[in-house]
C-alpha cells in the first residue's frame, strides 16, 4: 500500500511541475514553403522588488497568415516568465503574446514569429 502512495503523489507532483503557469519558452510553429520572418524582437522588462511583470506583445501582419511564433528566455531559466497566446496566433494575420514573469523576476525574451 505505501508504494501506491507514493505513485499517486509523484503523479500530483508530476502534474504541478507540468501546470501551464509554468510554461517558459513557447513554441507554437508548422512552417511552410516560403515562410518569412514576420517579427523578430527582443522583450525586455525589468524586475519589480517583490513583484510579478507582465507585458503584452500585440504584433499584426498587413495579410500573412502566421505559421510560426518561437518565445525564447534569454536568461537563466530559473528566472523565466510564464508565456501565452491570448489572441490570434498561428493560422491568423495576428497574435498576442502574453509575458507574466515570476515574483521578483523581470521579463527576457527573444521572440520571432514568421509566416507569409
Ligand atoms: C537573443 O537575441 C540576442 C540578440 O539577437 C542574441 O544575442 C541572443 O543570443 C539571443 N538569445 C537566445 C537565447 O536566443
Known sequence: MHTMLQLVIDMVTCLCTASPAKQRDYTNCSPQWGDGVIYQGAVEK???LLQVVTFDLPVSTANAIIHCITAVNSKPSSTAAAV????GGTGYNFVTLHFQSDRNHGIHYNVTISGR
Open 84 to 87: 501565452s497566446v491570448t489572441s
Open 46 to 48: 525589468p524586475s519589480k
